[in-house]
C-alpha cells in the first residue's frame, strides 16, 4: 500500500513514498499538459485536488472492481480528452494501468517490467 499523510491535503502532498515522489518529478520533466495520479478510491486524481486520506488499493480488489474502477477512470479521462487524439505515460503499476492501456492508443510505460528497486533506479537516473 502507498505510503500517505494522515490528515486532509492536496493528492500531490498526500503520497509520501520515494517511488511516488521519484514518479512526480520524471512526470513533471516531461512538461505533460496535465499529471493525474491513478487512485483506488477517487479515480483520476488532479494533483492540486484536496483529498482525506484513506485505505484503499487495487491490490486487495477483485478482478470485477479493477474492471469496474477502470471503467470509471477512463470516463473521467474520455469526459476531459479525445482519446484516441492524446498521448498517455503511464508510471502506475500494473493493476492500475492493465485496463487503461487498451483504451489508450498512443500511450507508453517507460517502467514496464521494473521491480520496484530497478523502477527506483532508473527514475533517479533518468531525472535531471
Not at 486487495?60 to 474492471?67: L, R
Amino acid at each position: 500500500m502507498s505510503k500517505k499523510v494522515e490528515y486532509t491535503t492536496t493528492a500531490r502532498e498526500l503520497y509520501i513514498s520515494t517511488l511516488f515522489k521519484l514518479n512526480l518529478r520524471y512526470a513533471e520533466q516531461l512538461r505533460p499538459d496535465n499529471i493525474f495520479i491513478l487512485s483506488a478510491k477517487y479515480g483520476l486524481l488532479p494533483l492540486n485536488e484536496e483529498v482525506e486520506p484513506y485505505e484503499l488499493t487495487l491490490n486487495t480488489m477483485s478482478s470485477n472492481d479493477i474492471k469496474t474502477w477502470a471503467g470509471g477512470v477512463l470516463q473521467q479521462l474520455s469526459d476531459r480528452y479525445k482519446m484516441d487524439a492524446c498521448h498517455f505515460t503511464f508510471l502506475a503499476g500494473e493493476k492500475y494501468r492493465k485496463h487503461l492501456i487498451s483504451h489508450t492508443p498512443h500511450s507508453d510505460i517507460p517502467l514496464q517490467g521494473l521491480r520496484i528497486g530497478e523502477q527506483l533506479q532508473k527514475l533517479k537516473g533518468l531525472i535531471s
